[in-house]
Antibody, heavy 117, light 108 residues
Framework: QVHLQQWGAGLLRPSETLSLTCAAYTGSFSVHDWGWIRQLPGKGLEWIGENNFSGYSNYNGALNSRVTISIDASENQFSLKMTSVTAADAGTYYC???????????WGQGTEVVVSS | DIEMTQSPSSLSAYVGDRVTITCQASQDINNYLNWYHQKPGEAPKLLIYDASELEAGVPSRFSGSGSGRRFTFVISRLQPEDVGTYFCQQYDTVPSITFGQGTRLEIK
């Protein structure tokens, strides 16, 4: 059974960089795409982006310039970096595995991110 | 971006009831539509993919249908553990993947 465990700093000041990492406990890391989704208060779920073993990435156009998702296949881990955070970026961030089509079938436990000066 | 509109935004039903949630896309998305259930304090869980395919391990009381712009999600006999929020998600226009705003389901 695939399990995702995520961690990272949850309290940031405006303009800082959000950095989260997710470990995938699976024997088939290289055959899947891995990504991040966030849940903003009052705004629902928002897809952030994804990457895979081959380095093929896709990002939400609204966040593209601030987001990087990187893969460390040697550790079965993937990471999210989001620069220049503001209060509008506060919410819960989930790492996910992308399955058939673009269904997200495995989710991390979530990290609550607070942005405050 | 494709806008996904769910209705109703919230509902309350009795255990054993049939519950129906709809999701309308702002443009044709073929059958590129998934459904999720989120219990309070937990991550969302995939229930239905490609509009009508039941995810492995998901009870058969859940079903989905539709194509094009209008989609339906049904719980045939509501159980207490089904409370929470249900989301639809389209992936017709990658990388512009979008979710519906959610439908909150409570037990009467």
């Amino acid at each position: 059974q695939v399990h995702l465990q995520q961690w990272g700093a949850g309290l940031l000041r405006p303009s800082e960089t959000l950095s989260l990492t997710c470990a995938a406990y699976t024997g088939s890391f290289s055959v899947h795409d891995w990504g991040w989704i966030r849940q903003l208060p009052g705004k629902g779920l928002e897809w952030i982006g994804e990457n895979n073993f081959s380095g093929y990435s896709n990002y939400n156009g609204a966040l593209n310039s601030r987001v990087t998702i990187s893969i460390d296949a040697s550790e079965n881990q993937f990471s999210l970096k989001m620069t220049s955070v503001t209060a509008a970026d506060a919410g819960t961030y989930y790492c996910v595995r992308k399955a058939y089509g673009h269904a997200f079938d495995v989710w991390g436990q979530g990290t609550e991110v607070v942005v405050s000066s | 971006d494709i806008e996904m509109t769910q209705s109703p935004s919230s509902l309350s039903a009795y255990v054993g009831d049939r519950v129906t949630i709809t999701c309308q896309a702002s443009q044709d998305i073929n059958n590129y539509l998934n459904w999720y259930h989120q219990k309070p304090g937990e991550a969302p869980k995939l229930l239905i993919y490609d509009a009508s395919e039941l995810e492995a391990g998901v009870p058969s009381r859940f079903s989905g249908s539709g194509s094009g712009r209008r989609f339906t999600f049904v719980i045939s006999r509501l159980q207490p553990e089904d409370v929470g929020t249900y989301f639809c998600q389209q992936y017709d226009t990658v990388p512009s993947i979008t979710f519906g705003q959610g439908t909150r389901l409570e037990i009467k």
